[in-house]
């Protein structure tokens, strides 16, 4: 019905750009067979002839957003900045420093005091705080050094963790398109260290209050504080290091989807968090002074749970009906506190010492010879470091607890915290966005 001079220029150009938008665009591919792996993962060669005749090929998968490869290893060493600030808070609690410094200053007290004068000033104002009042009435300007100085080291190390993860952060998310999952988890790390700095001071604040002076009790920080301090502590670093170690992680393993292995892997996250919960089980013995009483094991006053009245004291409780006596007493009473951190540690020591046999009872043959190397080996390593963490916990309570020993425990907890998350890593499928790495 159209004439050929209204419709013929348009039909022959038509024909003219077809082909060239029929031609399909070249893309390269997000991950070859050639590629080199990290050496967090190694599938077994079985694995690999499975996994590349049988899965779809990677090359129609669509684009992932690049991730530089400096990133993770930028992630590895603020882990192992967090792992040495909870070394140095352990040691700042054991020694009693915390409480030194009365006051919060994230600009001006990034300097420790420089002139006699401006020591003399700190003095006189740790003097008239609690602990300076009721117990270091006598002390010493060197003493006074000694643990001002520590902690003002624990808060130093926080400032350069924050400064050290903010600016690499912003340099990142300008510098390349990284995916939106990993951004937010970026920006909910960095949220978290400055929540961890407004906490740690919160829990300070607890062990300043004037009715302690008031009431003359025992000037300490609370143990709830300290608690929610360590959690949040945990939290970040096990945040970071999973974060890192699913970057190294991009090459996917069909082997992780079998259902066998997905109950193994199960079982590691409830391992995971029963170690986490374990460690701030712990925080409550440490926030108590509870680690002083029944200095023995595996008996408490020669038996092994100790009298219903001790462990359930009724003076603990503040309802008039006493319905808050239990947690009461599970939060507040230095022998329920070493009671359940007992509980707690040997429930789950047994867990950890069973994740090397454990698949060889809920896994196939074929299945076992499909994981990664690295989970077997995070599996042995997980049951040998808790078999050092309560070799080290019961010697440091037969011994009074003595710095050395209960730093090494508290370090001890942060490793077998980070052989666990690497063990439930290494059983976690990578997803799309991981999968490509850039190199700078």
């Known amino acids: 019905m159209w004439g050929p001079s ?43 002839t499975t996994f590349f005749t049988h899965s779809r090929s990677l090359s129609t ?56 004068a401006e020591w003399d000033e700190e003095w006189e104002k740790y003097r008239v705080s609690p602990e300076g009042v009721l117990t270091n009435s006598r002390i ?3 003493e006074f050094k000694k643990i001002f100085y520590m902690e003002w080291a624990h808060r130093i190390a926080g400032r350069v963790l924050g400064v050290g993860f903010v600016v690499p952060m912003v ?34 604040k607890s062990g300043l209050d004037q009715e302690i002076i008031d009431n003359r009790g025992v000037p300490r920080v609370s143990q709830y504080r300290l608690a929610a301090h360590l959690s949040a502590a945990l939290a970040l670093y096990v945040g970071m290091l999973h974060t890192a170690l699913s970057l190294r992680q991009h090459v996917p393993n069909v082997a992780l ?34 680690g002083l009483v029944y200095n023995e094991f595996p008996t408490m006053g020669g038996r092994l749970v100790p009298p219903t009245d001790e462990l359930l004291d009724q003076r603990y409780a503040r309802r008039p009906d006493g319905r808050d006596n239990w947690w009461r007493n599970m939060l507040e009473n230095p022998v329920t506190a070493q009671f359940d951190h007992r509980l707690f ?21 074929s299945s076992r010879q499909l994981l990664p190397r690295s989970t077997m080996l995070l599996a042995r390593s997980t049951a040998a470091a808790a078999i050092a963490q309560v070799t080290l916990g019961i010697t440091t309570l037969l011994y009074l607890v003595p710095v050395p020993l209960a730093a090494a425990h508290q370090a001890g907890s942060v490793v077998l915290l980070t052989l666990i998350t690497g063990l439930v890593t290494s059983l976690r499928r990578p997803g799309q966005v991981m999968r490509v790495v850039k190199s700078l």
Not at 73 to 93: D, M, N, P, Q, Y
Not at 273 to 288: E, K, N, Q
Request: with cysteine.
């Open 257 to 290: 989807a079998q259902p066998d292995v997905r109950r193994f892997a199960r079982v590691a996250r409830v391992a995971g968090a029963m170690v986490f919960l374990t460690a701030v089980s712990g925080a409550f013995v440490a926030g108590l002074d509870a």
């Open 171 to 204: 340099y990142y998310m300008a510098r390349y398109r990284l995916p939106r999952k990993l951004q937010g988890k970026l920006l909910l790390l960095g949220l978290g260290i400055g929540f961890q700095g407004a906490l740690g001071w919160y829990m300070v």
């Open 345 to 365: 540690a040997t429930t789950t020591f047994t867990v950890l010492l069973s994740l090397p046999l454990l698949p060889r009872v809920i896994m196939t043959a």
């Open 6 to 48: 209204v419709m013929g220029p348009s039909r022959a150009l038509s024909r003219s750009v077809r082909p060239l938008f029929a031609r399909p665009l070249l893309r390269r591919p997000l991950l070859t067979r050639s590629a080199s792996r990290p050496a967090f993962f190694h599938p077994s060669t079985h694995f690999e």
């Open 140 to 142: 010493e300007m060197d």
């Open 61 to 116: 998968l669509p684009p992932a957003r690049a991730v530089p490869r400096s990133l993770p290893k930028w992630l590895f060493g603020c882990s192992a900045l967090v792992f040495g600030i909870l070394v140095v808070g352990g040691l700042t609690r054991l020694t009693e420093s915390g409480l030194s410094i009365v006051e919060w200053q994230p600009i001006t007290g990034i300097l420790p005091p420089l002139t006699q």
